[in-house]
C-alpha cells in the first residue's frame, strides 16, 4: 500500500468537511421545505339542555380532550349564559380520559403563557350561581384539575387518576389554580403534587373528599346527569345560594352570605311552602285537622257570599 503523504492527507480532511457542511446544508434545506403539520382541530364542547339541566361533553377522546383557548372559552361561554330554564351544569368527557390538560401543540403556536396555568382560565366558572357536576375517569391532569377541581359534586371511576405535572414540565403554576389544589387535596398532598408530581388515585381522592361518589365506567355519565338533574328539581334559591355561600366560605367569592340566607326566608317562598306542608302532614297524621268544608247547596238555601 502506497503510504499517504501529509499533503494526501490534508486534502483528505478538506474534502471530508465540505463533504459534512453539505450534507448539513441539505438537512437544513429540507428541514425549511417541510411543511408543518396542521394543527389538529380543537377539543369540541358538545352542548345539550334537558330537564333543567345543561350538559358540556368535551367530545375529543382521542386526543385526550386537551383544552385549548377555544374550548376553554366555549365552556365559560355557556356556564356564563346558560340556556333558559337551566338550574344545574353537568360536565362530562369523551373517554378514555376526562383531560390531559392544556393543548401543549396550541401553545407551541402561540405564547404559551396566555394558555397554560393562565389567572383567567375558568373565570366564569368560579362566578357561576348554578352548581356544577363533574363525571371523571382515566386521566385528569393539569387544566383539566383545574376544571374539576370547580366543580361541586365529582363524581369518578375506580380508574381515574389526578395530577399536575407542573415541576416536571419546567411550569410555576398559577395562584389561582394552586390554590384549587390546596383546598381540594390538602396542602401536604398539594405540595407532593406540584413539587414531586404525585398521581392521586381515586381511591385516596375518595378518602381525602375530592369525590364524593365511585361508580363503574358505564354508569358514570348516567350518574352525573342523574345527580345534575335531582338538584335542578330542587328550588333555585336554595341551590343557588348555598352554592355561592360555599364559595364564600372558601374565600372564592365575597357575597353578601346573610342576604342570601335571608332570602330563603320570603313569605309564600319554597322554604314558607315546605313548612306549611309538612305541619299539615303532621296535623293529618294527629287527626286534627278539620274536614274540609263543604260546598254551599242551593237547596239548603245557604248562601256563598
Given at each position: 500500500?502506497?503510504?499517504?503523504?501529509?499533503?494526501?492527507?490534508?486534502?483528505?480532511?478538506?474534502?471530508?468537511?465540505?463533504?459534512?457542511?453539505?450534507?448539513?446544508?441539505?438537512?437544513?434545506?429540507?428541514?425549511?421545505?417541510?411543511?408543518?403539520?396542521?394543527?389538529?382541530?380543537?377539543?369540541?364542547?358538545?352542548?345539550?339542555?334537558?330537564?333543567?339541566?345543561?350538559?358540556?361533553?368535551?367530545?375529543?377522546?382521542?386526543?385526550?380532550?386537551?383544552?385549548?383557548?377555544?374550548?376553554?372559552?366555549?365552556i365559560?361561554?355557556?356556564?356564563?349564559?346558560?340556556?333558559?330554564?337551566?338550574?344545574?351544569?353537568?360536565?362530562?368527557?369523551?373517554?378514555?380520559d376526562?383531560?390531559?390538560?392544556?393543548?401543549?401543540?396550541e401553545?407551541?403556536?402561540?405564547?404559551?403563557?396566555?394558555?397554560?396555568?393562565?389567572?383567567?382560565?375558568?373565570?366564569?366558572?368560579?362566578?357561576?350561581?348554578?352548581?356544577?357536576?363533574?363525571?371523571?375517569?382515566?386521566?385528569?391532569?393539569?387544566?383539566?384539575?383545574?376544571?374539576?377541581?370547580?366543580a361541586?359534586?365529582?363524581?369518578?371511576?375506580?380508574?381515574?387518576?389526578?395530577?399536575?405535572?407542573?415541576?416536571?414540565?419546567?411550569?410555576?403554576?398559577?395562584?389561582?389554580?394552586?390554590?384549587?389544589?390546596?383546598?381540594?387535596?390538602?396542602?401536604?398532598?398539594?405540595?407532593?403534587?406540584?413539587?414531586?408530581?404525585?398521581?392521586?388515585?381515586?381511591?385516596?381522592?375518595?378518602?381525602?373528599?375530592?369525590?364524593?361518589?365511585?361508580?363503574?365506567r358505564?354508569?358514570?355519565?348516567?350518574?352525573?346527569?342523574a345527580?345534575?338533574?335531582?338538584?335542578?328539581?330542587?328550588?333555585?334559591?336554595?341551590?343557588?345560594?348555598?352554592?355561592?355561600?360555599?364559595?364564600?366560605?372558601?374565600?372564592?367569592?365575597s357575597?353578601?352570605?346573610?342576604?342570601?340566607?335571608?332570602?330563603?326566608?320570603?313569605?309564600?317562598?319554597?322554604?314558607?311552602?315546605?313548612?306549611?306542608?309538612?305541619?299539615?302532614?303532621?296535623?293529618?297524621?294527629?287527626g286534627?285537622?278539620?274536614?274540609?268544608?263543604?260546598?254551599?247547596?242551593?237547596?239548603s238555601?245557604?248562601?256563598?257570599?
Amino acid at each position: 500500500m502506497t503510504p499517504t503523504t501529509r499533503l494526501g492527507r490534508s486534502w483528505g480532511r478538506v474534502v471530508a468537511r465540505v463533504g459534512d457542511a453539505s450534507r448539513r446544508g441539505a438537512r437544513r434545506w429540507r428541514y425549511r421545505r417541510r411543511p408543518r403539520p396542521a394543527a389538529p382541530p380543537p377539543t369540541p364542547v358538545e352542548v345539550t339542555v334537558a330537564d333543567g339541566v345543561v350538559e358540556l361533553r368535551l367530545a375529543a377522546g382521542d386526543r385526550r380532550n386537551v383544552l385549548g383557548r377555544e374550548t376553554i372559552d366555549r365552556i365559560e361561554e355557556v356556564v356564563a349564559n346558560p340556556p333558559a330554564g337551566v338550574r344545574a351544569i353537568a360536565i362530562t368527557a369523551e373517554p378514555p380520559d376526562f383531560s390531559a390538560g392544556y393543548d401543549l401543540l396550541e401553545a407551541s403556536r402561540t405564547d404559551p403563557s396566555s394558555l397554560i396555568a393562565h389567572e383567567g382560565n375558568f373565570a366564569a366558572l368560579r362566578s357561576s350561581r348554578l352548581p356544577i357536576v363533574v363525571a371523571l375517569s382515566g386521566n385528569v391532569i393539569g387544566g383539566g384539575l383545574e376544571l374539576a377541581l370547580l366543580a361541586d359534586v365529582r363524581i369518578a371511576t375506580p380508574d381515574t387518576r389526578f395530577s399536575i405535572p407542573a415541576s416536571r414540565m419546567g411550569l410555576v403554576y398559577s395562584e389561582a389554580g394552586t390554590r384549587l389544589v390546596v383546598e381540594g387535596f390538602g396542602a401536604s398532598v398539594a405540595r407532593s403534587m406540584f413539587l414531586a408530581a404525585t398521581t392521586v388515585s381515586c381511591e385516596r381522592a375518595l378518602a381525602l373528599g375530592v369525590v364524593s361518589l365511585v361508580v363503574g365506567r358505564e354508569q358514570l355519565r348516567a350518574e352525573a346527569l342523574a345527580t345534575a338533574r335531582e338538584i335542578a328539581s330542587w328550588p333555585e334559591v336554595a341551590t343557588s345560594g348555598n352554592r355561592r355561600v360555599l364559595d364564600v366560605v372558601a374565600g372564592r367569592t365575597s357575597d353578601d352570605a346573610a342576604g342570601l340566607r335571608q332570602a330563603s326566608f320570603a313569605p309564600r317562598g319554597p322554604l314558607a311552602t315546605t313548612i306549611e306542608r309538612f305541619v299539615e302532614r303532621r296535623a293529618r297524621r294527629a287527626g286534627t285537622v278539620p274536614p274540609a268544608p263543604a260546598e254551599p247547596s242551593v237547596a239548603s238555601g245557604v248562601r256563598g257570599d
